[in-house]
Nanobody, 115 residues
């Protein structure tokens, strides 16, 4: 059983930055594709970014050039650096691990961007 715990959410003004962290309960990055998704009130959950086992990254068009995904294998921690935040980035952000047979979600962390 994989456990994922997000941290780093909070409130920030538009144009500001936040860095989210996701601590995994074990060394899963060599076998699981990791990612961040978000869900705003009244909207469906959407993929923000993901990083494959080989290090390939992908971003939603809405965050390209502003967000950066990274992982520290030694710390079993996934990160999402978010810069130039916009009010439309307000959402609950979830860490996810796609381990092929099983998919895991974290509990989510709230990000609120005010104008």
């Amino acid at each position: 059983q994989v456990q994922l715990e997000e941290s780093g959410g909070g409130s920030v003004q538009a144009g500001g930055s936040l860095k989210l962290s996701c601590a995994a309960s074990g060394a899963i990055f060599s076998s699981c594709r990791m990612g961040w998704s978000r869900q705003a009130p009244g909207k469906e959950r959407e993929l923000v970014s993901r990083i494959s086992v080989d290090g390939t990254t992908r971003y939603a068009d809405s965050v390209k050039g502003r967000f950066t995904i990274a992982q520290d294998n030694a710390k079993n921690t996934l990160y999402l650096q978010m810069n130039a935040l916009k009010t439309e980035d307000t959402a609950v952000y979830y860490c996810a691990a796609d381990c092929g047979v099983t998919f895991y979600w974290g509990q989510g962390t709230q990000v609120t961007v005010s104008s």
